[in-house]
């Protein structure tokens, strides 16, 4: 089989030079010689960070657009960046190749290794888009909390020992007082590996996950069923769509 190529989107503004690095360590770990992962992000984006609906729609379409140039290089699947997942329904729709978000991947690994999930986030404002998602996939019943700790997002790639303290405290109370077995964990591999060795329940990374995910459905030749995400009506026809497809 010839290498894997996924294609990896940071939905925002300078997303690489912010992230790009970041997201590195994250995959380190994981790292498959078999595996090719072109980052890239969105210099049209007007944002640096996205948090709550109306930044996740600001983006949604330019994220999909990418995504079809993905599609044209030839790449074998692509991940939609960000929580909330902007556009990727939309890109479900429009490719032939596998489409995974960061929080449906991490929502599935979740009900694999336990029976209810917490997710820490950054901003109270994906708070509701975030529960949103989980019952769009079914997992609402899953749900344990989704625990916030405020903070700009960048802040939680190398933190401080004291945001590190203020997480897991958030992480604690979810697996003590709400019910969590299974944290979703949000931040860089700093923050990932100091939940992991502090908690003792599974801590999963949404990035770590998304890659995963997608590898996975290349390698067994599976991807969005066209039944479920159908070709949109009348979209062959549209001038548009044809130039972004290149066709």
């Known amino acids: 089989m010839n290498k894997i190529r996924i294609y990896k989107i940071l939905p925002v503004f300078n997303g690489l030079k912010a992230w790009g690095k970041i997201h590195e360590e994250l995959l380190e770990p994981i790292l498959n010689p078999e595996v090719e992962i072109i980052q ?6 007007q944002i640096k960070s996205i948090g709550g609906a109306y930044h996740t729609e600001m983006v949604a379409m330019l994220q999909v657009e990418e995504a079809i140039k993905c599609e044209q290089l030839g790449c074998d699947a692509v991940i939609l960046g960000c929580l909330d997942e902007p556009g990727l329904p939309a890109a479900k729709e429009v490719l032939k190749i596998p489409v995974v978000g960061e929080a449906e991947a991490a929502i ?19 708070n509701g888009v975030l529960e949103d998602l989980v019952r769009k996939y079914g997992f609402l019943s899953k749900l344990a909390s989704i625990r916030i700790v405020p903070g700009y997002p960048l802040d939680f790639s190398a933190p401080p020992d004291s945001l590190q303290h203020a997480v897991l405290a958030e992480a604690q109370m979810a697996v003590d007082d709400d019910g969590a077995d299974t944290i979703i964990g949000y ?15 599974p801590v999963i990374s949404p ?7 997608a590898e ?15 070709w949109p009506v009348d979209l ?8 972004k497809l290149g066709d």
């Open 40 to 45: 890239v992000d969105l210099p049209q984006a």
């Open 108 to 126: 599935h690994y979740a009900s694999l290794v336990g029976r209810h999930f917490s997710f820490l986030a950054n901003s109270a404002g994906g």
């Open 187 to 201: 931040g860089g591999m700093e923050m990932i590996g100091f939940l992991q060795a502090n908690l003792n329940v």
């Open 207 to 213: 990035v770590q996950a998304s890659v995963m995910m």
């Open 216 to 230: 996975s459905l290349v390698r067994l030749r599976l991807m969005q069923s066209k039944k479920a995400f159908p």
């Open 236 to 243: 062959e026809k549209s001038a548009y769509i044809k130039e």
